[in-house]
């Protein structure tokens, strides 16, 4: 498969403080790769190594075939950029924003406007396209940040914690957006720190933790990980108060815990322990009345591979 | 490549121009401050107001270009737009040549208006234009990228104002602008020979048919001399910036 990302060994330094601590990954040419970790792990700032904003203090990084030490203009053209700040120009209106990035990136004179108009209606912006940037809400900020990282249509978008400080509804209307890049051809290198972000648009997660990535894979593959024991939630229609210890005594073994009204039990064949279930409540008098396969979350691998509570990385942006 | 990056350079200025010059610092330092001090020399003393002209034309190619880049370039810093420019196609000294070259056209647009007002209001049709501008558009560009070499050196505007105006008020009193070089103490002569708007000085006032202390080739070759000289190290501290 190609490779639009191919990183080996990043490290960056300032004033002998490790910010990335010897990275290594690839990202697939079409997918959807998100760096996952909690303010300060190093994700902005591999970011603005693999664009060209800030040198590699060690390793190599190829984007898009691109050596980013040697050849990074080259690399420049064909990806684009939406940093975490909404930084277009507040004095220009939101067309002439996207016409001087056409501009910018040498497109063609005729297409400056056709392009810039055509990427005002996909966002929903067209209406507004003649205000200035300056008036617009957050989230058309937003919106029209991506929008202009789009204008040169390249291959290859870094999209830096896209959705911060955006209302749920911007938030889920910017997921839409990703989701379309993502099928119409575009690789997208995602930094967030909301793990159902992550989960959602995600192929391939990276997580990273003061600066080294403690893991990489699928969002179902690092859930796996987190999944010591299969296990199984029941509860019937009328509560009986000694079926953990009944079941229990049915399933040797098996951990059988009562959970608020459910019984939960841990391990075990799935047939027999449905059958001991079933056979509990008809000797009981009463009907089961949900059975439910627990699995574990992007929050529970997370938490295990990391060691880090997803509320500290929530409350460190105001999260939603 | 250079001449994408050319292309860059001259989008990066109209851009500038299309949003900074009206800005309240660009007008307040680049135009209201020289108009105002020119209008205060001519009202204590209108008589022999030409002798002042040079030296009011160097300042005003002095203030209006420091004030514009501080505006182009600080604006931008402090809110992360200038990012954007880095993150495009472009080399890092072509968006700083482009950020000059926005203030080199605003000090050229003041300056023209100063100096078509005091030729048209005191007569001073004997200027030699050829002269005139071989000195003045090597003089925008040295005062540009001076105020370039200033701004990147921290972020905010106000910062940056004051900065600059260390530079500008040390040359407006030691460059000959009011009191002839000549009638100065020797070290502050000497001085004052290091300074750019020395020579923007003497070639504008040779322009205007006056005696110059030094022959305007010179001038001219010194001002010229000085534009990498200034362009380099703000290349540089712009870089260590980002990298």
Redesign the interface.
Same mark, same amino acid.
């Given at each position: 498969m190609a490779k639009a990302i191919e990183v080996a060994g990043l490290t960056k330094a300032y004033d002998g403080l490790v910010a990335v601590d010897s990275i290594s990954f690839d990202v697939n040419a079409g997918e959807v790769f998100g760096f996952l970790g909690p303010n300060g792990a190093g994700k902005t700032t591999t970011i603005r190594v693999l664009?060209? $904003?800030?040198?590699p203090t060690v390793g190599s990084a190829r984007v898009l075939g691109h050596d980013i030490a040697s050849d990074i *203009? &080259?690399a &420049?053209?064909a990806f684009g *950029?939406v940093?975490e =700040?909404s930084?277009? !120009?507040?004095? $220009?209106s939101g067309l002439?924003n996207l016409i001087?990035?056409g =501009? $910018? !990136?040498?497109m063609p004179r005729l297409e400056h406007r056709t392009r810039g108009e055509e990427l005002l209606k996909t966002f929903g912006l067209f209406e507004r396209k003649d205000s200035k940037f300056a008036t617009y809400s957050r989230g058309m900020k937003r919106a029209l940040t991506i929008a202009?990282a789009l204008v040169h249509k390249p291959r290859l978008l870094f999209l830096d914690e896209p959705t911060v400080g955006l209302d749920v509804m911007a938030a889920r209307s910017l997921r839409t957006i990703i989701k379309r890049l993502k099928e119409s051809g575009i690789t997208v290198f995602l930094t967030t720190h909301y793990l159902e972000e992550a989960d959602m648009l995600c192929d391939r997660i990276a997580l990273l933790v003061k600066g080294k990535i403690v893991a990489i894979d699928t969002p179902a593959r690092l859930k796996a990980m987190a999944e010591e024991k299969p296990a199984l939630d029941v509860s019937f229609k009328i509560p009986l108060a000694k079926a953990a210890d009944e079941l229990g005594r049915r399933l040797p073994g098996l951990a059988v815990v009562r959970a608020d009204d459910r019984i939960r039990i841990y391990g075990g064949d799935a047939d027999v322990v449905l059958h001991a279930i079933l056979g509990y409540a008809t000797e009981n008098g009463t009907q089961v009345a949900a059975v439910s396969s627990l699995k574990p979350s992007l929050e529970d691998a997370f938490v295990k591979l990391t060691g880090l509570s997803p509320l500290v990385m929530a409350a460190e942006k105001g999260g939603r | 490549m250079w001449y994408e990056n050319l292309r860059s350079i001259y989008y990066i200025a109209l851009k500038d121009m299309k949003t900074y010059y009206l800005k309240p610092p660009a007008i307040s330092w680049g135009i209201v401050f020289p108009a105002a001090w020119i209008l205060a020399f001519y009202l204590r003393n209108p008589r022999n107001f030409e002798e002042l002209v040079p030296g009011l034309i160097a300042m005003t190619v002095l203030f209006s270009t420091t004030a514009m880049e501080v505006v182009v370039i600080n604006f931008e810093l402090r809110l992360g737009s200038l990012e954007r420019l880095l993150l495009a196609p472009v080399s890092l000294s072509g968006v700083l040549l482009g950020k000059i070259l926005g203030g080199t056209v605003f000090g050229l647009m003041i300056t023209a208006v100063i100096t078509l007002a005091s030729v048209l209001s005191l007569g001073l049709f004997s200027v030699n234009i050829i002269y005139l501008l071989l000195i003045l558009l090597p003089s925008l560009l040295v005062f540009s990228s001076l105020g370039a070499l200033l701004c990147v050196l921290v972020k905010e505007v106000f910062e940056a104002q004051t900065l600059a105006n260390l530079p500008r008020f040390l040359m407006v009193f030691l460059c000959g602008v009011f009191v002839p070089i000549s009638t100065l103490p020797p070290v502050l002569k000497q001085i004052a020979y290091v300074l750019p708007l020395t020579y923007t000085i003497d070639g504008i006032r040779q322009s205007f048919g006056g005696a110059g202390d030094i022959a305007i080739a010179i001038d001219v070759v010194v001002l010229i001399a000085l534009i990498p000289v200034l362009i380099l190290p703000a290349t540089r501290l712009l870089a260590r910036r980002f990298v």
């Amino acid at each position: 498969m190609a490779k639009a990302i191919e990183v080996a060994g990043l490290t960056k330094a300032y004033d002998g403080l490790v910010a990335v601590d010897s990275i290594s990954f690839d990202v697939n040419a079409g997918e959807v790769f998100g760096f996952l970790g909690p303010n300060g792990a190093g994700k902005t700032t591999t970011i603005r190594v693999l664009t060209g $904003l800030s040198r590699p203090t060690v390793g190599s990084a190829r984007v898009l075939g691109h050596d980013i030490a040697s050849d990074i *203009v &080259k690399a &420049k053209k064909a990806f684009g *950029v939406v940093p975490e =700040q909404s930084n277009m !120009y507040d004095e $220009l209106s939101g067309l002439e924003n996207l016409i001087f990035m056409g =501009q $910018l !990136y040498g497109m063609p004179r005729l297409e400056h406007r056709t392009r810039g108009e055509e990427l005002l209606k996909t966002f929903g912006l067209f209406e507004r396209k003649d205000s200035k940037f300056a008036t617009y809400s957050r989230g058309m900020k937003r919106a029209l940040t991506i929008a202009a990282a789009l204008v040169h249509k390249p291959r290859l978008l870094f999209l830096d914690e896209p959705t911060v400080g955006l209302d749920v509804m911007a938030a889920r209307s910017l997921r839409t957006i990703i989701k379309r890049l993502k099928e119409s051809g575009i690789t997208v290198f995602l930094t967030t720190h909301y793990l159902e972000e992550a989960d959602m648009l995600c192929d391939r997660i990276a997580l990273l933790v003061k600066g080294k990535i403690v893991a990489i894979d699928t969002p179902a593959r690092l859930k796996a990980m987190a999944e010591e024991k299969p296990a199984l939630d029941v509860s019937f229609k009328i509560p009986l108060a000694k079926a953990a210890d009944e079941l229990g005594r049915r399933l040797p073994g098996l951990a059988v815990v009562r959970a608020d009204d459910r019984i939960r039990i841990y391990g075990g064949d799935a047939d027999v322990v449905l059958h001991a279930i079933l056979g509990y409540a008809t000797e009981n008098g009463t009907q089961v009345a949900a059975v439910s396969s627990l699995k574990p979350s992007l929050e529970d691998a997370f938490v295990k591979l990391t060691g880090l509570s997803p509320l500290v990385m929530a409350a460190e942006k105001g999260g939603r | 490549m250079w001449y994408e990056n050319l292309r860059s350079i001259y989008y990066i200025a109209l851009k500038d121009m299309k949003t900074y010059y009206l800005k309240p610092p660009a007008i307040s330092w680049g135009i209201v401050f020289p108009a105002a001090w020119i209008l205060a020399f001519y009202l204590r003393n209108p008589r022999n107001f030409e002798e002042l002209v040079p030296g009011l034309i160097a300042m005003t190619v002095l203030f209006s270009t420091t004030a514009m880049e501080v505006v182009v370039i600080n604006f931008e810093l402090r809110l992360g737009s200038l990012e954007r420019l880095l993150l495009a196609p472009v080399s890092l000294s072509g968006v700083l040549l482009g950020k000059i070259l926005g203030g080199t056209v605003f000090g050229l647009m003041i300056t023209a208006v100063i100096t078509l007002a005091s030729v048209l209001s005191l007569g001073l049709f004997s200027v030699n234009i050829i002269y005139l501008l071989l000195i003045l558009l090597p003089s925008l560009l040295v005062f540009s990228s001076l105020g370039a070499l200033l701004c990147v050196l921290v972020k905010e505007v106000f910062e940056a104002q004051t900065l600059a105006n260390l530079p500008r008020f040390l040359m407006v009193f030691l460059c000959g602008v009011f009191v002839p070089i000549s009638t100065l103490p020797p070290v502050l002569k000497q001085i004052a020979y290091v300074l750019p708007l020395t020579y923007t000085i003497d070639g504008i006032r040779q322009s205007f048919g006056g005696a110059g202390d030094i022959a305007i080739a010179i001038d001219v070759v010194v001002l010229i001399a000085l534009i990498p000289v200034l362009i380099l190290p703000a290349t540089r501290l712009l870089a260590r910036r980002f990298v």
